[in-house]
C-alpha cells in the first residue's frame, strides 16, 4: 500500500511539472516575421510575479529633483494604491555639473536642463550596475499608469517569454528567473513618440490585452505606428504590440537589464554624449550598439496638470505657477487612469456617512 500511494505521488509531481513546463513553453518558436497571439488564460508562475511590489523587475527607480517634493508625493501615493514599490534617484542640477565631469566630446550646445536630466538617468544605469540588479524599472516623476498595471505587466511577461522576435531561445535561467527574458538592453514602455524601423514591419509581435485604451483615449501618433505594423480597424482598442526599439521619444518609463545599463553607460557617458539622452538613446538604438523593444500603445504616460508645475524649469514670476492643478490632471494612452482611480478610491463623506445612519443614541439616562 505505501509503494501504491509512493508511485501515485510521484505520477502527480511529474504530471504538475510536464504541465507547468508545457504552459511555460507553450507557443515559443522562434521564427521572425508578424506574429499573432491570443490571449493565454493559464498564466505562468513567472508571469505572475508581475503582481509583486516591483511589477517583476529588480528594483523600480524613479527620478525626481530634490525640490519637488510635490511630485514624489505624488509618486508615492499613486505607488501606494498600485502595490507599488519606489526608490528615489535624485534628479540633478545641470549648472552644478563639473565641465570635467561631462563625457568626452560632448555635445557643447546641451543646455544645463538636458545635461541634469542626463545625468540622473546616468545616476539611475549607474545604480543598477552597482547593486548587481539583473533589471530594473526607471521612470520620471510626472507619470501616469493603468489602475491595472500589474495584470497589464503579468500580460506582457507572458508574452515576451514566448516572444517570437527573439535572436536565440531563452536561458535555462531565463526560463526559471526572468520574467521578461534577458534579450534585451532597453525595453521602451513610457515613450512619446515613436517610429518603427523603416524596413522592418514584418518584425512585431501582436497580443490581445483587454486594458489597452480605446481609439479614441490613444494618440494619433501611437496610431499611426500601430497602423504601419498592420494593427488597425477593431483591432485598435484591444491588440497591444510589442516589436524592436528604433526611434522612440521621451524616458517617461523604461527597462534596462544590467547588460543594457552597462551599455548605456559606455556608449552615453564613457565615450560620448551627442544629444539630449531620450535622443541619443534613440541613435544609439538606431546604430545597433543596444538592442531593445518597445511596447505601444505606451504603459507610462504623461500627466499633464497645465500651468508651471508641467516644467522642472525654474519658476517665472510673471506666469500663474497652477494651471489646472491635480484635480483636473490628464493623461491619454490609458484605459483607467491609475491617478483618477486613486482620488476615487480614497475619497469619503465622514459626516455625510454619519447622518445617513440617523440620529445615534447616546446610552444616556433621563
Not at 514591419?201 to 501618433?221: A, G, I, Q, W
Amino acid at each position: 500500500m505505501k509503494v501504491f500511494f509512493l508511485t501515485i505521488t510521484a505520477g502527480l509531481v511529474i504530471a504538475f511539472t510536464v504541465l507547468a513546463y508545457t504552459s511555460l513553453n507553450s507557443g515559443a518558436d522562434y521564427n521572425l516575421g508578424i506574429q499573432e497571439t491570443s490571449f493565454m488564460k493559464s498564466t505562468s508562475v513567472l508571469a505572475s510575479q508581475a503582481w509583486n511590489e516591483s511589477l517583476g523587475f529588480g528594483d523600480v527607480l524613479y527620478i525626481s529633483m530634490p525640490y519637488r517634493t510635490d511630485r514624489q508625493d505624488a509618486m508615492n501615493l499613486v505607488a501606494s494604491m498600485s502595490g507599488i514599490k519606489l526608490r528615489l534617484i535624485g534628479g540633478v542640477d545641470g549648472d552644478n555639473i563639473n565641465v570635467k565631469a561631462l563625457p568626452d566630446n560632448a555635445n557643447s550646445n546641451l543646455r544645463a536642463s538636458e545635461l541634469g536630466c542626463w545625468r540622473a538617468h546616468a545616476d539611475a544605469w549607474r545604480f543598477v550596475i552597482e547593486n548587481d540588479l539583473e533589471t530594473a524599472l526607471i521612470l520620471e516623476d510626472d507619470i501616469d499608469w493603468d489602475k491595472n498595471i500589474h495584470q497589464i505587466f503579468q500580460d506582457l511577461s507572458t508574452q515576451m517569454q514566448n516572444n517570437t522576435l527573439r535572436l536565440v531561445p531563452p536561458t535555462d535561467h531565463e526560463r526559471a528567473s526572468a520574467p521578461y527574458g534577458l534579450d534585451w538592453d532597453i525595453l521602451v514602455m513610457g515613450e512619446c513618440v515613436d517610429k518603427a524601423h523603416p524596413d522592418r514591419h514584418d518584425l512585431v509581435l501582436v497580443y490581445d490585452d483587454p486594458n489597452v485604451p480605446s481609439r479614441e483615449d490613444t494618440e494619433f501618433v501611437f496610431l499611426n505606428v500601430m497602423e504601419s505594423l498592420g494593427v488597425s480597424g477593431d483591432d485598435i482598442g484591444k491588440k497591444r504590440l510589442l516589436y524592436p526599439a528604433f526611434r522612440p521619444a521621451c524616458t517617461m518609463g523604461y527597462a534596462v537589464t544590467r547588460k543594457g545599463a552597462q551599455r548605456l553607460l559606455l556608449n552615453l557617458s564613457y565615450l560620448n554624449l551627442r544629444a539630449p539622452v531620450d535622443l541619443d538613446i534613440a541613435w544609439t538604438l538606431q546604430d545597433g550598439k543596444i538592442r531593445g523593444y518597445t511596447v505601444t500603445p505606451p504603459l507610462f504616460t504623461p500627466w499633464r496638470v497645465d500651468g508651471q508645475k508641467d516644467s522642472d524649469n525654474m519658476p517665472d514670476p510673471d506666469q500663474p505657477i497652477v494651471g489646472n492643478g491635480n484635480i483636473g490632471g490628464v493623461s491619454g494612452n490609458l484605459k483607467s487612469s491609475a491617478r483618477v482611480a486613486m482620488v476615487n478610491e480614497l475619497a469619503m463623506d465622514n459626516w455625510g456617512d454619519y447622518a445617513s445612519q440617523g440620529t445615534v443614541e447616546t446610552g444616556e439616562s433621563k
